[in-house]
Antibody
Framework: EVQLVESGGGLVQPGGSLRLPCVVSGFTFSTYWMTWVRQAPGKGLEWVAKINQDGSEKYYVDSVKGRFTISRGNAENSLYLQMNSLRAEDTAVYYC????????????WGKGTTVTVSS | QSALTQPRSVSGSPGQSVTISCTGTSSDVGGYNYVSWYQQYPGKAPKLMIYDVTKRPSGVPDRFSGSKSDNTASLTISGLQAEDEADYYCCSYEGNYRNYVFGTGTKVTVL
């Protein structure tokens, strides 16, 4: 069974940092693009970042550029999101998702992990 | 990188059809056939319903269909059922930044 499990969420003060891991199973992780999508409380989905199979290509939404870093460890079947200089507006549920092969859509999603930025 | 525009809500009675629009620009919806649609129940992860504008993943009922004209994509739910009551989001590839942009989301209510 294909599974994506996020963790690492929690309460962090403004200006703080947090690292979100997403551990995957049930498929060959190293052959897929991966992505992070977030959803602020009561709001819509927002695409955050994506990374290619070997980590050599990374793309970000403007609002997180320079603060967030997407990475992956193919040996550990894990995707990561390092979040620095956190702001209140980064408060959201963070989902990791897989892009279907050679495609432009997300076919499998994790259940999400909640990040709250507040003093 | 502005969100795609969707109506805030649509509603219909069981058995009726509803259509959700998703309006973007020539840099996203209008420029590529890479529009996907996701269904989301409260507190749950999104689920893929339509990809590449018109294609349906296995397991998704055929009452869900997608289309596109110029800069506007649409999701139609025919023969509305109670379990279709959820939030729906469109998503498009955006070529200028090689990013993705989601729609603002539409709540579907079954009367």
């Amino acid at each position: 069974e294909v599974q994506l499990v996020e963790s690492g969420g929690g309460l962090v003060q403004p200006g703080g940092s947090l690292r979100l891991p997403c551990v995957v199973s049930g498929f060959t992780f190293s052959t897929y693009w991966m992505t992070w999508v977030r959803q602020a409380p009561g709001k819509g989905l927002e695409w955050v970042a994506k990374i290619n199979q070997d980590g050599s290509e990374k793309y970000y939404v403007d609002s997180v550029k320079g603060r967030f870093t997407i990475s992956r460890g193919n040996a550990e079947n894990s995707l990561y999101l390092q979040m620095n200089s956190l702001r209140a507006e980064d408060t959201a549920v963070y989902y990791c998702a897989r892009y279907a092969r050679s495609s432009y859509y997300m076919d499998v999603w994790g259940k999400g992990t909640t990040v709250t930025v507040s003093s | 990188q502005s969100a795609l525009t969707q109506p805030r809500s649509v509603s219909g009675s069981p058995g009726q059809s509803v259509t959700i629009s998703c309006t973007g620009t020539s840099s996203d919806v209008g420029g590529y056939n890479y529009v996907s649609w996701y269904q989301q129940y409260p507190g749950k992860a999104p689920k893929l319903m339509i990809y590449d504008v018109t294609k349906r993943p296995s397991g998704v009922p055929d009452r869900f269909s997608g289309s596109k004209s110029d800069n506007t994509a649409s999701l139609t739910i025919s023969g509305l059922q109670a379990e279709d009551e959820a939030d729906y989001y469109c998503c498009s590839y955006e070529g200028n930044y090689r990013n993705y942009v989601f729609g603002t989301g539409t709540k579907v209510t079954v009367l």
